[in-house]
């Protein structure tokens, strides 16, 4: 069962009890990701998110923060999306106090300090290189700028090189003052605890978060990119890398659990029509995998791959041959079990960590304002029928509607638009 109690302050607290465990994660999501920043402060949320770290009331520095989690033996990070930012930790269930310590006290009263901020921008600088040079994550960032084009929703969470070397600390405290109130701000735990005991504890650990509304919120999105169909990233690398794609439908859509299906069926596990018939019949990549992402009001579906530099053409090919040949003979019987099955088993071995459980709650929290069981998930799937993948299939896969993004030495985008007929 999902507890879910709201405070006075509009500050949410949901937890599942989980018996089987003897740790916990607690989990503060805040609606406040990429898509709330503006040209000017593109990359504010990511670079913030590393500022939580770096010294607060109580802990002073990024050292007291660490060895205080080493302490106790726990885990704690961070990361940024494009519509929420996330913070755990993870130990032991009887270090409650101490992960709800820590985490209310770099929320609630981080200093940002001027010194800090600028040491912290040589780290982003070369986090924001290691992606850069590192394709399997730049590819996927170059296919939403493609489709989304230039608004937050294409940006990259990292940022630009100028903002993250030009930030100064008001914007910092701005952005976090406008976003992380109460009503924004979702604490997910999960593991061997009690809901009522939680929900005393965090009353008192985030008494002090300021009792105010949001003066932010992200830009309705704009239409998508309708002319430019290939974004060419010119790279000297040994290996291509290609993510051949179209848009979907929002995460809360109807049809959002039949997208995840054909996801499965197209590119997910090693039995999937990509992996055999792209791979293992043709031998043209090396990893290739099809996502179906949902965001609140959009969504993506894509085919990544890495594959030869002589074969990419026909790679590129193969992975579209794929997508015409799902959305006009649609999947059997036996592989929608299959993929159903692999789709529910995967959430199940996910929920076996007490930090994935917390995400799953506290995400459709923090981003539509309700809960879901893992039970009302695997009925969605259930529900899927082979009509609904084969209409999904062909709404989806429509040629005129495909993007393809390239990471190679190549320099003539007019190569790649010729091959998607």
Sequence with gaps: MINLSTLPSGLRVVTKRLENTQAVTVLVLVRAGSRFETKQINGISHFLEHMFFKGAKKYKNAREVSETIDNIGGDFNAFTGKEYVGYYVKSAAKHLDTSLDVLSDMLIHATFDEKEIDKERGVIMEEYNMYQDTPTYQIGWDFEQLV???QPMGWDQVGTRDVIMGLPRDEFVAFKQSLYVPKNIVISIAGNINHEEVVKKV?????????????????ALEP?????????????TEQSHICVGFPQVAETDKDFWVSKILSVALGAGMSSRMFMNVREDKGLAYYINSTAEGFT????????????????????????????????ESITEKELIKTKEFTKGKMILRLEDSEEYAHLLGKYQVLYGFTKEPDEIQAGVDAVTIEDVRRVAEQTFQLDKMYLAVIGPYDDPTRFEKLMV
């Design 203 to 219: 009353t008192e650990y985030f008494a002090e978060l300021p009792q105010v509304e949001a003066t932010r919120d992200h830009a």
């Design 148 to 150: 989304f084009g230039d």
């Design 297 to 328: 009001d959009s969504g993506i579906f894509t085919t990544n791959a890495g594959v030869d530099l002589t074969r990419i053409d026909m790679a590129i090919k193969a992975v579209i041959d794929e997508y015409k040949k799902i959305a006009t």
């Design 224 to 236: 998508l990119n309708q002319g430019k169909k290939v974004f060419l990233r010119e790279r000297k």
